[in-house]
């Protein structure tokens, strides 16, 4: 006897959620490499304007390993588009600063992010779209806020900036 998959009783959620996000991460990877960038230098670009912060601060908002975050910033630099220098506020510590280059760039790769946004949301009907965002809304900031406690945790989502 051959056993049969169990009946479905709610839409894959997960699957749902797991495929439009790699496809969207795919589009912007590729949109990003035309400007020469990764996903993670635009990251770093735009959260390290305006604000002096820390390589670990950058990594955190980014959710990269410091690794990434060394190689990240590397690139950056390499491209002129970055460069560590000391904190004004802490002798000890070093802050990742834009160069001018670098705020042009975070400018370009920034619009190339939301044309990518727009791209996706634009193919949807205006009133499945404005559902959609909402009904993300409410999940992010409710239901499915919080990771569940787990002895083998998931790969962290990147956390939204407050």
């Known amino acids: 006897m ?35 960038l990764t996903a993670r230098m635009h990251c770093v670009l735009v959260h390290a304007i305006g604000e002096e912060r820390t390589q670990a601060q950058l990594a955190e908002i980014g959710d990269m390993d410091k690794t990434t975050m060394v190689v990240t910033v590397d690139a950056l630099e390499k491209a002129g588009l970055a460069e560590r220098r000391p904190s004004s506020t802490d002798r000890r510590a070093r802050i990742i600063a834009v160069t001018e280059e670098g705020a042009r760039m975070a400018e370009r790769s920034q619009e190339v992010v939301d044309q990518v946004h727009h791209d996706a949301l634009d193919s949807l009907p205006a009133t499945d779209r404005k559902a959609l965002l909402h009904a993300l809304k409410l999940l992010v900031s409710g239901h499915l806020s919080t990771p569940a406690e787990s002895p083998r945790p998931a790969r962290r989502a990147r956390q939204r900036e407050k």
């Open 2 to 36: 051959t056993a049969m998959a169990p009946h479905r009783s709610e839409p894959d959620l997960s699957f749902l959620l797991d495929h439009t996000s790699h496809v969207l991460r795919t589009r912007m990877s590729a949109a990003l490499a035309e400007l020469g």
